[in-house]
């Protein structure tokens, strides 16, 4: 079975500087997904970023990149220029490709990111 | 609709007692997932819909747990004999289709059972 793991339940940054949220998993597929969701107090899941794990180069969306690292399984989220707006509850989580439960998504615990003035 | 959307928003009902949690996904999404997610944790999967068809209920914890999609569009999970540990925010998303397309969350149902 996948686990995911996020090691840091909270963290606290001020506007304007970059913050590394870490994320670990454990799975013996070799062909998955990795995503960063953000939860903020609304409840809705929103999309930050996704890797492919077949792909060597790190993902970026703007202000937002990843770490992946296969062979360690690690896969930490980097925000530059963090933003009031980004205070928020950010789960990491993890998609087989293959048929048999390739459609579940297996959540982290989450980190609340708390961004302040 | 424009995304997702999930009512009630917020229900409240007595231990012992029948619910019901309402998903309207985006059109023509064919792929609809229900997670449940208890305070503090991530979400944790129940249900996946292909169309009409349940093609992975593994994630319901037991018979007292039941959803359906009767024409492949709306979705409605059942929660029978509430317990106080049913109590979480129960949430829907929807995508495409079954690979690895999108899947676009509602604002979710939190369900409190006292």
């Known amino acids: 079975a996948q686990t995911v793991t996020q090691s840091q339940p909270e963290m606290s940054v001020q506007e304007a500087e970059t913050v590394t949220l870490s994320c670990t998993y454990d799975?013996?597929?070799?062909?998955?997904?990795l995503f960063w969701y953000k939860q903020p107090p609304s409840r809705q899941m929103i999309l930050v970023i996704r890797q492919e794990a077949y792909k060597q180069q790190n993902a970026t969306e703007n202000r937002f990149s990843v770490n992946f690292q296969k062979a360690a399984k690690s896969f930490s989220l980097k925000i530059s220029d963090s933003q009031l707006g980004d205070t928020a509850m950010y789960f990491c989580a993890f998609r087989p490709t293959r048929i048999q439960g390739a459609q579940k998504l297996v959540f982290g615990q989450g980190t609340r990111l708390t961004i302040n003035p | 609709g424009a995304g997702v959307s999930q009512t009630p928003s917020n229900k409240v009902t007595e231990k012992g007692k029948y619910v019901e949690l309402r998903c309207d996904p985006i059109?023509?999404?064919?792929?609809l997932y229900w997670y449940r997610q208890s305070l503090g944790q991530g979400p944790e999967f129940l249900i996946y819909f292909q169309g009409t068809g349940a093609a992975d209920d593994s994630g319901l914890p037991n018979d007292r747990f039941f959803a359906v999609r009767p024409e492949g569009s709306v979705s409605t999970l059942k929660i029978q004999r509430t317990e106080r540990g049913d109590s979480a925010v129960y949430l829907c998303?929807?995508?495409?289709?079954?690979?690895?397309?999108?899947?676009?969350f509602g604002q979710g149902t939190r369900l409190t059972v006292v």
């Open positions: 799975t013996s597929e070799s062909n998955y997904y």
């Open positions: 059109s023509g999404h064919t792929a």
């Open positions: 998303a929807s995508s495409l289709g079954g690979g690895v397309t999108e899947a676009f």
